[in-house]
């Protein structure tokens, strides 16, 4: 860890996986947090969470992003990300631990405590656990070995598994159309000028997957090809149809894949005040993430407020949106590659007030200054 004129700047660790997120994430508690662990580990920002003490950490930020130099506000930035990378990964993981597993936390620990067991936990359901210690060292024991469970913080009443969602995402209002039966027979009825919202990516008619799910089996880990793409032409285009809603005011395409043609279809949805390109794939004779030139498709969206382009990748071409004068709000969580570049384009965004940033499911709202964004 590193100090800055505005705040911590958290330094990056080892490449890591399976039990190494939760001790990355225990890591970079630690250091933002005094040196002391989360108290539990709960799915929440409740104080004491791992969450809670990334918002600390995030807002300890504040002063280098509003007054920093832009690789000051560069930097920061980037450790704010790398926490919520860090969270994000931990809880993917610790959701996936099953009750066999016998997972056990030991809040109330600080950094370094000497022979002080932090958790502990079976990887294979067997009598074979792994410990992790306050100086994040592990050791490999059987059942019969482990140490008396340490005088430890226990949180009452607490739930394992409930997750509490108490962050800003990208929402439709209910009214959406969320069913592919009830967007034919709108589209049966003639009745498209009368549609406001429609959200497609809930829609499984329109998910495109190499992982073929089956209702009812068990769902196991797939090796994927990251360079997978639907069998299809890729010069074609399944979202021609959205010219037929032309009131449209909020689009959320999340997750699926588009094509340049689609990108053109949602260029011309000059009504749409919202939309969701959240983790979409673009494809022609490969798949990929959006890349910056994509967004100048959107140039012509001039009332378009709230836009989500969340797990993109791209280094660079946030500058196309500065075509868009009513843009308030752009979530960017889970966005590789912010650099200074990207930084600094932000600034010729004409009305941008909130921008939305993380690597989790958990992101961090940074309120923009109007004169300094």
């Not at 539990?40 to 300890?60: C, H, R």
């Not at 059942?143 to 949180?155: F, G, I, K, W």
Request: charged fraction near 25%; aromatic fraction near 8%.
């Amino acid at each position: 860890m590193t100090n800055s004129p505005g705040g911590m700047i958290l330094t990056a660790g080892p490449e890591f996986r399976n039990d190494d997120d939760a001790i990355e994430m225990l890591r970079l508690c630690a250091l933002a947090n005094e040196s002391k662990y989360p108290l539990w580990l709960s799915v929440n920002d409740s104080d004491g969470t791992p969450m809670a003490i990334q918002n600390k950490f995030v807002t300890s930020l504040q002063d280098q992003v509003n007054q920093g130099t832009e690789s000051e506000k560069a930097a920061a930035l980037e450790s704010a990300q790398r926490f919520g990378t860090a969270v994000g990964r931990a809880i993917a993981f610790q959701l996936s631990v099953k009750p066999e597993n016998d997972w056990n936390y030991f809040g109330g620990a600080e950094l370094n405590q000497p022979n002080r067991p932090l958790l502990w936990y079976a990887p294979e359901a067997d009598d074979k656990y792994t410990i992790v210690y306050a100086d994040l060292t592990t050791k490999q024991v059987t059942q019969d070995e482990l140490p008396t469970p340490p005088d430890a913080v226990v949180r009452p009443g607490f739930a394992r598994n409930a997750v509490q969602v108490s962050t800003p995402q990208f929402e439709l209002p209910a009214d959406a159309v969320r069913r592919f039966a009830k967007l034919q027979e709108i589209r049966d009825r003639g009745q498209q000028a009368e549609v406001e919202y429609l959200k497609l990516g809930l829609m499984p008619e329109f998910i495109e997957s190499q992982v073929q799910f089956v209702p009812g089996e068990e769902v196991v880990m797939k090796v994927v090809d990251p360079s997978w793409k639907p069998d299809r032409d890729g010069s074609s285009s399944r979202f021609a149809f959205l010219k037929e809603f032309t009131n449209l005011k909020g689009l959320d395409l999340m997750h699926l894949y588009l094509t340049q043609s689609d990108l053109d279809t949602i260029g011309s949805l000059t009504s749409l005040q919202r939309l969701s390109l959240s983790g979409v794939q673009v494809f022609d004779s490969s798949s990929r993430r959006l890349i910056g030139d994509d967004l100048a498709k959107l140039s012509s969206l001039k009332s378009l407020e709230l836009l989500d382009l969340s797990q993109s990748n791209f280094r660079g071409g946030l500058k196309h949106l500065q075509e868009l004068p009513k843009l308030h709000t752009l979530y960017l969580s889970s966005f590789e590659h912010l650099n200074d570049a990207s930084v600094a384009e932000l600034s010729v965004l004409p009305n941008l007030e909130t921008l939305v940033l993380a690597a989790t499911n958990h992101p961090v709202t940074q309120r923009c200054d109007a004169q300094r964004h």
